[in-house]
């Protein structure tokens, strides 16, 4: 049974930081390209950041490009979302999501397997 458990969320202050976490278990994780999207409220899911197999290959939505950093550590079957300077706009429910391909992709549609996702929220 595949399971992607997210963790550290919370609420902090604008221009402070949070670390996401996400385990996952019951898949090859070194074998799965890995996602974050976020949820906020009357929105779609959207992109945040994804990480290719090794690490090698990042991508971001602009809206958090230098501010967010993905990174992967696959002895620990585990993913991070490492964000900083927080604004009240990532207020959102994150989820993690894998996806078993080579390439890192941005559609939710890309991604099979979902954690049931971790509240963010950012005050201002």
């Known amino acids: 049974q595949v399971q992607l458990v997210e963790s550290g969320g919370g609420l902090a202050q604008a221009g402070g930081s949070l670390r996401l976490s996400c385990t996952v278990s019951?898949?090859?994780?070194?074998?799965?390209?890995m996602g974050w999207f976020r949820q906020a409220p009357g929105k779609e899911r959207e992109f945040v950041a994804a990480?290719?197999?090794?690490?090698?290959?990042?991508g971001y939505a602009d809206s958090v490009k230098g501010r967010f950093t993905i990174s992967r550590h696959n002895a620990k079957n585990t993913v991070y979302l490492q964000m900083g300077s927080l604004k009240p706009e990532d207020t959102a429910v994150y989820y993690c999501?894998?996806?078993?391909?080579?390439?890192?992709?941005?559609?939710?549609?890309?991604?099979?397997?979902w954690g049931q996702g971790t509240q963010v929220t950012v005050s201002s």
């Open positions: 990480i290719n197999w090794s690490g090698g290959n990042t």
């Open positions: 019951g898949l090859t994780f070194s074998s799965y390209v």
């Open positions: 999501a894998a996806d078993r391909d080579l390439v890192v992709a941005t559609t939710p549609t890309s991604y099979f397997y």
